[in-house]
């Protein structure tokens, strides 16, 4: 993605701290010895009250010690992790593994559901949101140590995090992908794998992500439709957030100057930069493209050819809008983070080193997932660096051939839709690296069910039901956050409540999303309390 690579260059000293590694721990003692894959086993079997979900003779080199991970002070209940391959007949050298982290469900049930988590990037590690979004283990950025998550996906569903495509994480091998098409197959060969090994065949499947994952997504899930096997591929839902559709241009330039709209004074911009903008906007032909081809119902096809963008996709400099709004915003606001645009000083210590893209790490000790007992714990490759975001690429020669030329993912997702009558796309409003006008555009640039686009603009309220906020390590919103809508089995929500990365700035919007995609709840305007609430907190749910 253009703007992120752009972020990094701001300063040879954020690069430089963001590839700092062996260094010595954050004051915590630890035993790698004790990590153990027979320790693992040991504990997995005798948790759940002695009953455990997925632990037999496959599985058990994969288990991981709950109890003994390291800094996580509570136990992370039953969880196994590990490299598999994507194809079982290859060796050595060539071998192309994924690497995953699987939480069973919390409360055991006759569901037979599972659902995949796949971070963008391209090649962002899918374990590093688990630790900051929606895992079991919640370690914030400037939070001192991990907590208990409430919010939680596999307090719903049986949950795996997969770090792909190969160059990912920990996951290894030589890089081969040339398009989403070559990333599907990867995660295709994987899943057989998987299914087998922990014995889910016929599982219902819901395949979720964000970011760079709105290609990655729809082109896995599009692969499992082609597989026509609904014992490895039952796929029934996908949902993304803020997600990258279509040409990074039309994502990331043409919904600017809304952005700057929308938050008024919270952007220190003087009127010769937001000028500057709307000049860019006009002069490259967003705004007129906005405003013709953003309406309610749409009022055609949007051509193939956009403006800002050169023959194959790539953006022409003198259109970059976003650019201009950085360069002058972190004047002003050093730490401004076009994920967050309401983020401002100090930077936050990050355990897992992406501090907003800074890459700022002040702590003596190597990355979270850098620590050799970290790895011993959750059975990661000893020798491999892990990064939350690649620092080489993970498709040939850096080009994903999806995305530039494109035509992104708008041929694909349509037959999703159709097929599952459930796919749900969210953008925070608070995003600057991607905006929901793009991907509204997108939208409004597809026809499902033998209709084009969204008929009806998204103004209905959206509701997150009250719930307790005993835990201030946790806390999360409440009542009518966004606004959401649906039609022919697409429902689209935004929320001004968080920026790019929703499991973790609005962790409740994100868990009431499960439970739609799940259809545990009807849909973004009930009302009904968190299917995990019980009792009192029911109560007190239905009673706001």
Not at 377 to 388: C, M
Not at 403 to 413: A, E, K
């Amino acid at each position: 993605m253009k703007k992120l690579a752009l972020s990094l260059a701001w300063t040879t000293a954020v690069s430089a701290i963001f590839n700092q590694q062996g260094q010595q721990s954050l004051h915590w003692d630890y035993d790698s010895e004790s990590n153990s894959f027979v320790a693992a086993s040991a504990h997995v079997a005798q948790s759940r009250n002695g009953k455990h979900a997925f632990l037999n003779d496959k599985t058990s080199r994969f288990a991981v010690n709950g109890t003994n991970i390291p800094n996580v002070a509570f136990d992370a209940s039953e969880s196994y992790a590990g490299l598999l391959p994507i194809n079982s007949s290859t060796s050595g050298n060539e071998t192309q593994e994924l690497y995953f982290w699987f939480f069973p469900k919390e409360t055991p049930s006759d569901d037979k559901e599972i659902v995949i988590w796949l971070t963008g990037g391209p090649g962002c590690s899918s374990i590093g949101e688990l630790l900051q979004e929606n895992g079991p283990i919640s370690w914030k950025p400037g939070t001192y140590a991990p907590v208990r998550n409430p919010w939680s996906w596999h307090r719903l569903a049986n949950v795996v995090w997969v770090d792909q495509p190969v160059g990912t994480g920990f996951s290894q091998g030589p890089v081969t992908a040339t398009d989403e098409r070559d990333v599907a197959r990867q995660f295709i060969g994987f899943w057989k794998q998987f299914v087998d090994t922990f014995d889910v065949q016929g599982y219902k499947v819901y395949v979720a992500g964000s970011s760079y994952s709105g290609l990655f997504t729809p082109y896995v899930s599009n692969a499992m439709l082609d597989a026509k096997d609904t014992e490895y591929y039952n796929l029934k839902g996908m949902m993304v957030f803020d997600p990258s559709l279509s040409q990074s241009v039309l994502g990331q330039d043409f919904g600017v100057s809304r952005v700057l709209d929308y938050w008024g004074p919270a952007f220190n911009l003087n009127e010769t930069t937001r000028k500057a903008v709307k000049e860019i906007e006009d002069r490259c032909g967003y705004t007129e493209y906005i405003d013709k081809y953003l309406t309610f119902p749409p009022s055609g096809f949007q051509p193939v050819k956009i403006p800002g963008a050169f023959r194959y996709g790539d953006y022409v400099p003198e259109c970059d809008s976003l650019a201009t709004v950085m360069a002058a915003e972190r004047d002003a606001n050093p730490c401004f983070s076009i994920f967050n645009v309401l983020r401002t000083c100090p930077l936050p210590f990050d355990p897992i080193g992406f501090s907003e893209n800074f890459g700022y790490y002040p702590a003596q000790a190597p990355l979270y997932f850098n620590r050799s007992d970290v790895k011993a714990a959750i059975n990661a490759p000893p020798g491999r660096e892990w990064r939350f975001c690649s620092k080489e690429p993970v498709f040939v020669d850096g080009i994903d051939k999806s995305q530039n030329p494109g035509p992104g993912s708008l041929p694909v997702i349509p037959r999703i839709i159709e097929n599952t009558g459930n796919v749900i796309i969210g953008h925070g409003l608070r995003d600057l690296i991607l905006q929901s006008t793009g991907t509204m555009l997108a939208i409004q640039n597809m026809t499902w069910g033998g209709t084009h686009g969204f008929q009806i603009r998204p103004e209905t309220a959206l509701h997150i039901p009250y719930h307790s906020n005993a835990d201030l390590g946790t806390l999360a919103g409440a009542g009518e956050l966004g606004v959401w809508h649906s039609e022919r089995g697409l429902t689209y929500f935004e929320t001004p409540m968080s920026g790019h990365f929703i499991g973790r700035d609005a962790p409740s919007i994100s868990f009431r999303a499960l439970e739609v995609l799940l259809g545990k709840v009807d849909n973004f305007g009930s009302k009904t309390p968190f299917t995990t609430d019980t009792g009192d907190l029911r109560m007190l749910s239905e009673e706001l």
